[in-house]
């Protein structure tokens, strides 16, 4: 759903951009992603998926719009003979900022998987392997020597940690 909804509005962007300014088709962009990180910020482990796929429509549908006028107003401000450097700085810079996303997402995620799991070993002896190790939850075998309420205490944690990066996204959308 996010790269459907990516594609589908930076084709649909092209051509909003007729009619409407770069401002007016960047900021619908922006709005839609703020929108599909504030629905994804306030679900929850029972949100259906279908709900879940509607939210994420609502981000990548944001991104494709965002994205597409971003490189238009870019190739538009520069002239013909600058073309191609222009693009290829402005998909340069898209990659790094990708990247630092990702990387920034990412230290999110692990800081307050850390935190939970930090607190679940403190309070059950069982967290306490995990604690050192959340990786282990991965491997199928240990995974289903596990009692039930092990793994939906780490799946909540797990929920947890991503409620985070969804408010991270948020703030960020919002700055932008």
């Known amino acids: 759903p996010l790269l459907m909804g990516w594609v589908v509005t930076s084709a649909i962007g ?3 951009l007729l009619r409407f300014t770069f401002r007016q088709v960047m900021v619908s962009g922006m709005v839609l992603m703020l929108a599909g990180y504030l629905m994804l910020h306030v679900m ?3 949100t259906p998926r279908f709900v ?3 939210n994420v429509l609502f981000l990548g549908s944001g991104m ?5 006028t971003s490189m238009i107003a870019v190739q538009h401000s520069v ?8 693009t290829s ?3 340069f810079f898209r990659s790094i900022g990708s990247a630092v996303g990702v990387a920034v997402m990412g230290t999110v995620l692990t800081q307050r998987l850390n935190q939970e799991m930090a607190g679940a070993a ?3 002896d069982a967290f306490q392997q995990f604690a050192e190790n959340p990786n282990i939850f991965l491997q199928p075998s240990v995974r289903q020597s596990l009692s039930v309420e092990v793994v939906d205490t780490f799946q909540h944690m797990l929920g947890a940690a991503l409620h985070s990066v969804f408010v ?5 959308c919002f700055v932008g």
């Open 14 to 16: 092209g051509r909003l």
């Open 44 to 46: 929850t482990p029972e």
């Open 52 to 54: 879940i796929l509607r």
């Open 64 to 68: 494709g719009l965002a994205m597409i």
């Open 79 to 86: 002239a013909r003979n600058q073309l191609g450097i222009a």
């Open 89 to 91: 700085t402005s998909q």
């Open 122 to 124: 403190a309070a059950s």
């Open 168 to 172: 991270t996204g948020t703030i960020i």
